[in-house]
């Protein structure tokens, strides 16, 4: 093992959009930060899985999630790598907000980087050392070889809780009645859509399409389409098509005539095995050659697509939720339970994908409603210097599936870094801080809590 390295105020493993915006609240709060990540770039599933757009800031036309994910997003608008917010044309939740993976990229190596956050990339997580209730240490593996770093307060921003796991903590997985997890998806990008086609193709056909309101197509600055029923249908009864799904997604990004392909479904594999995690690439790539061979054969506008790129690694909805010391459920969310010490707000309804099969429930909240999530349930309940934050946060299976997404787990993210930077300053376990300290500065941060 190479020598010891410098001691950091706080360690954040996993460079996705919610670690760094953790990393950039801690540093913008005066500690010093290293973030681990194991890809060459930061962004995460929005970069490494072809996770796109975001979705959603606003519940209504009220906006719930500000801050640093607002601060990002107005650069990437400046970048000319997003529209910025707009509606969402399916009419699923209120906004949606498109992105060019590339510039994004780019926008949060300037952010890391002027908030003083050491990155280190292509570094992987290996192990975690412990004293008592304390985290101490974490190693990674790079070109380097084995390396190890100490901090006083620790973020697990990995989405998997694989820090949480190295370091002993409670975690659960997938659905209490078999463990399964919500499927994973490979998703894709195709360029060279005709978007005008598939515009008339709607108005025409709109039982083909799960469009709640024809009128959003024509606000629309772009096309989302969720539907293709009946060719999705016709190749599945052929076995020309695999995946485990009723329906195909395109999102139009901010290149106009370039879409996101989210329309693949590998079930009942474990993304935490990694064989069956192996496994669960090949079938999606698989699943993307024939659905892509379908929409260029079949799907009016689609005849000339082109595709562009798979992720670099599949994506995946779920897999371990960190205990911490409260645990969100659906009632939670849907009753708008408040808490005295919110650090975050949302509106994405519960979304579940059948582990086990090809069905989606989707429980929606009325239209202008949101709910808070709690300091508490970013704090695992058996350390008293570790934080979480995305989709590894204490919750459940149900809650996760709204609690999952693009915009909640950036605002989770700054809130777990502005609260790591007050454990490290004052040594105080994270359960015993006062959540005022970490609210005052969220809001000195631009964040949305009321």
Do not use: W
């Amino acid at each position: 093992m190479n020598g010891l390295q410098n001691k950091y105020n706080v360690i954040i493993t996993g460079a996705g959009v919610s670690g760094c915006m953790a990393a950039i609240a801690a540093a913008r709060e005066g500690a010093s930060v290293l973030l681990l990540e194991q890809y060459g770039f930061s962004g995460g599933a929005l970069t490494n899985a072809g996770v796109g757009p975001m979705m959603t800031f606003h519940a209504g036309t009220k906006q719930v999630v500000g801050g640093l994910a607002q601060e990002l997003v107005d650069r990437l608008v400046e970048a000319g790598g997003s529209t910025g917010h707009i509606e969402d044309s399916t009419g699923y939740v209120s906004t949606v907000t498109p992105f060019a993976p590339e510039t994004l990229k780019r926008v949060l190596d300037e952010m890391l980087l002027e908030a003083g956050v050491e990155v280190l990339y292509h570094s992987f997580l290996c192990a975690a050392k412990t004293e008592g209730r304390k985290l101490v240490s974490v190693t990674a593996a790079s070109k380097n070889g084995l390396t190890e770093y100490r901090a006083d307060c620790f973020v697990d921003a990995t989405g998997d809780g694989d820090l949480a796991a190295r370091a002993g903590a409670s975690v659960k997985v997938g659905r209490n009645s078999d463990g399964l997890c919500q499927p994973m998806t490979m998703n894709f990008t195709i360029d060279n859509v005709d978007s005008k086609r598939l515009y008339r193709e709607i108005h025409e056909h709109p039982e083909n399409y799960n469009i709640r309101d024809l009128t959003a197509l024509d606000r629309a600055e772009r096309l989302l389409v969720a539907g293709f029923y009946r060719e999705f249908a016709a190749a599945k009864a052929e076995g020309r098509v695999t995946s485990e799904r009723n329906d195909l997604m395109l999102f139009e990004t901010s290149e106009p005539g370039t879409y996101v392909v989210n329309a693949t479904r590998v079930v009942r594999l474990d993304p935490l095995d990694p064989k069956e995690l192996s496994e669960a690439e090949r079938l999606g790539r698989k699943q993307v050659e024939e659905i892509y061979r379908m929409l260029v054969n079949e799907a009016p506008g689609c005849e000339h697509a082109r595709l562009v790129s798979t992720g670099i690694q599949i994506g995946v909805r779920e897999s371990r939720r960190v205990s911490g010391e409260v645990v969100l459920t659906a009632g939670d969310l849907l009753e708008g339970r408040s808490y005295p010490d919110t650090i975050a707000l949302g509106s994405y309804p519960i979304d579940i994908h059948d582990p086990s099969g090809n069905g989606t429930e989707s429980v929606f909240l009325e239209r202008g409603k949101f709910y808070q999530i709690p300091l508490r349930a970013l704090i695992s309940r058996d350390f008293d210097n570790l934080l979480v934050c995305g989709r590894c946060i204490s919750a459940t299976h149900e809650a996760i599936a709204a609690l999952r997404v693009t915009p909640i787990s950036m605002a989770t993210g700054q809130a777990a870094g502005a609260a790591s930077a007050v454990v490290a300053k004052t040594g105080v376990p994270a359960r015993e801080i006062d959540p005022k300290e970490v609210i005052r500065r969220l809001q000195k941060q631009k964040v949305i809590l009321e």
